[in-house]
Antibody, heavy 118, light 107 residues
C-alpha cells in the first residue's frame, strides 16, 4: 500500500528551527517529484516547496524562501524540510505530497503540526 | 502567480442534492485544473485531475468540466460522506501550483 508519513512537528519558539521528515513506502519514491504543502488552522492550502526526483530543481514559495530548505534521500525513501527562523505565521499542518504523472498531487501524508509560539 | 477563485465559499445542501462548485483562474490554464476533497482533520485527497478525469476510486457521482479559465465540480446525488471542503488547484504554471480558497459543503 502507498504511504507517506510525516514526522518532526511540534511546538517551537519564534526564531527557532525544526526539521520535518516524510517517509515514503509502497511506490518508487525516486521517480516522483515531491512537495510540501501547509495549512494554517482554519485556512486553505498553501504550497511551500518542491523538489524534483533527482534533486536537480528546487523551488520555494516566496513566504519561506531563505528560511526553509527542502531535501530528499532516495536511498532512504525520505523527504525533508528544514524550517529555520520560524515565525508565528508558519504555524500550520505540513503535508508532503507526490506530484504524479497527471500533474496533480496524488498521494498525501497525514500531516504534521508545527506550532510557533512563545 | 496565477490566482484561483472558488465560489461559493460555503454552501448548504441535503443528501441527494446536486451540488456545483466553480473555480476561476486569473489566466488561461488550459485543462491543468485539479480538484481535492478534504475532511476535517484529514489530508486532502485527489478527486479529479486534468479538469475532468476522475482519480482512481472516486465515485462516478463526481464530475468535472471546463477549460481555459472557468471550471466546475459537480456532485450528483450528494451522499453523507461528501460533506467536506473542496479545493481547486492549477498546475499549468508552476511554481507555484496555486490552490483556490476552498468551498465547504455543509448539511
Amino acid at each position: 500500500e502507498v504511504h507517506l508519513v510525516e514526522s518532526g512537528g511540534g511546538l517551537v519558539k519564534p526564531g527557532g528551527s525544526l526539521r520535518l521528515s516524510c517517509a515514503a513506502s509502497g511506490f518508487t519514491f525516486s521517480a516522483y517529484n515531491m512537495n510540501w504543502v501547509r495549512q494554517a488552522p482554519g485556512k486553505g492550502l498553501e504550497w511551500v516547496s518542491s523538489i524534483t526526483s533527482s534533486s536537480s530543481y528546487i523551488f520555494y514559495a516566496d513566504s519561506v524562501k531563505g528560511r526553509f530548505t527542502i531535501s530528499r534521500d532516495n536511498a532512504e525513501n525520505s523527504l525533508h524540510l528544514q524550517l529555520n527562523s520560524l515565525r508565528g505565521e508558519d504555524t500550520a499542518v505540513y503535508y508532503c505530497a507526490t506530484y504524479g504523472t497527471m500533474s496533480a498531487f496524488d498521494i498525501w501524508g497525514q500531516g504534521t503540526l508545527v506550532t510557533v509560539s512563545s | 502567480d496565477i490566482q484561483m477563485t472558488q465560489s461559493p465559499s460555503s454552501l448548504s445542501a441535503s443528501v441527494g442534492d446536486r451540488v456545483t462548485i466553480t473555480c476561476r483562474s486569473s489566466q488561461i490554464i488550459s485543462r491543468y485544473l485539479n480538484w481535492y476533497q478534504q475532511k476535517p482533520g484529514k489530508a486532502p485527497k485527489l478527486l479529479i485531475y486534468a479538469a475532468s478525469t476522475l482519480h482512481s476510486g472516486v465515485p462516478s457521482r463526481f464530475s468535472g468540466s471546463g477549460s481555459g479559465t472557468d471550471f466546475t465540480l459537480t456532485i450528483n446525488n450528494l451522499q453523507p460522506e461528501d460533506f467536506a471542503t473542496y479545493f481547486c488547484q492549477q498546475t499549468y504554471s508552476t511554481p507555484p501550483p496555486t490552490f483556490g480558497q476552498g468551498t465547504k459543503v455543509e448539511i
